[in-house]
């Protein structure tokens, strides 16, 4: 059985329905927490000194400093938001800094200079072992590496996104990564479920995406595989794992995409960017962005997050 762990300034909690339990734990850091399992295990077998989880203050589950890594274009129907044949998209992955996670209530901080800021619900993986250079992930061997789960934002400015194709700070600007609000640890036969994981989410209200990890390209053994050619990973470090179609960004359409190819790059990203002012899906100031993910029957629930989108200072 899953098992959801909150952070706070004050330390660790277990969480079930409406309660938490405090973890008697010295550890400060994922890392520490997950190697500091009994622990846990105490909690979640007690409910000495719970509180409501109402009351708690939640920060983000993953700790920083921590790589964090994300996959390009993991799920079919974004690939098709994106003008690609999902079958012949290649595995691509991208860093992001630590600096951009945030907690599940923080503000989402718009850099004054981006107006095209645009949302993408994730599910994350959080290492529990270390993954070394070469590592060969197998599904049946996925829980030896993998500790739990977390719900991810990848936030992004797209007109630097594609205007310098410069995916790590477009993603990077500090609050980029809302993370939480559990770390939802997870066992072997949860993880053999992820297919069942249901990301969704909102702004205001309006729901944006709403689809399962069974449409990702590149499952997280695969990827993990992929990864360890050139980058290793530690406990606490966090991959996101892509997300499913129904961005305020989309492809245009194959004509258009024609005759900007015809024209200078800066006059062709004027354009583009031009058309984009009036697409009311970009986050505006004062929007509420939701994410959750959950298995429908629940036995999984990574939880909800809830970000409003601010002017950075």
Same mark, same amino acid.
């Given at each position: 059985?899953?098992t959801n762990v909150a952070r706070t300034s004050d330390g660790w ?19 520490? @927490? ?43 129907? *974004?690939? *098709? ?29 718009r850099p004054d200079h981006v107006r095209f800021l645009d949302y ?78 249901? @990301? ?114």
């Amino acid at each position: 059985m899953s098992t959801n762990v909150a952070r706070t300034s004050d330390g660790w909690w277990v969480v079930g329905g409406e309660a938490a339990t405090p973890v008697a734990t010295s550890a400060t850091s994922t890392a520490e @927490l997950l190697a500091d399992r009994d622990a846990v295990a105490a909690a979640a077998a007690s409910s000495k000194g719970a509180v409501p989880v109402a009351d708690l203050q939640l920060l983000s589950p993953v700790t920083t400093p921590a790589r964090v890594v994300a996959q390009m274009v993991n799920y079919r129907s *974004h690939a *098709h938001d994106s003008g690609f044949d999902p079958d012949s998209v290649p595995p691509t992955f991208f860093r992001k800094a630590s600096t951009s996670v945030t907690g599940p209530t923080g503000d989402i901080r718009r850099p004054d200079h981006v107006r095209f800021l645009d949302y993408e619900v994730e599910l994350g993986l959080v290492m529990g072992a270390a993954l070394p250079l070469g590592t060969e992930v197998s599904e049946d061997d996925l829980h030896e590496y993998v500790a739990g789960l977390v719900v991810t934002n990848d936030v992004s400015a797209r007109e630097i996104q594609l205007t310098r194709t410069q995916f790590y700070e477009s993603k990077s600007y500090p609050s980029f990564t809302p993370t939480g609000p559990y770390l939802t640890l997870v066992d072997r036969d949860e993880l053999r479920r992820l297919s069942s994981l249901r @990301l969704r989410l909102s702004v205001n209200g309006e729901v944006r995406q709403d689809s399962s990890v069974a449409e990702m390209i590149v499952r997280p053994a695969r990827a993990l595989t992929l990864l360890a050619r050139f980058q290793q990973l530690a406990p606490g470090d966090l991959l996101l794992t892509g997300t499913p179609g129904g961005t305020a960004l989309k492809a245009p359409p194959m004509i258009v995409e024609k005759i900007g190819a015809l024209l200078p790059p800066k006059v062709k990203w004027k354009v583009f960017f031009d058309k984009q002012e009036s697409n009311p899906r970009y986050l505006r100031d004062g929007d509420v962005v939701s994410a959750r993910i959950a298995t429908p029957d629940g036995a999984i629930d990574l939880g909800s997050q809830h970000n409003q989108v601010t002017v950075a200072s």
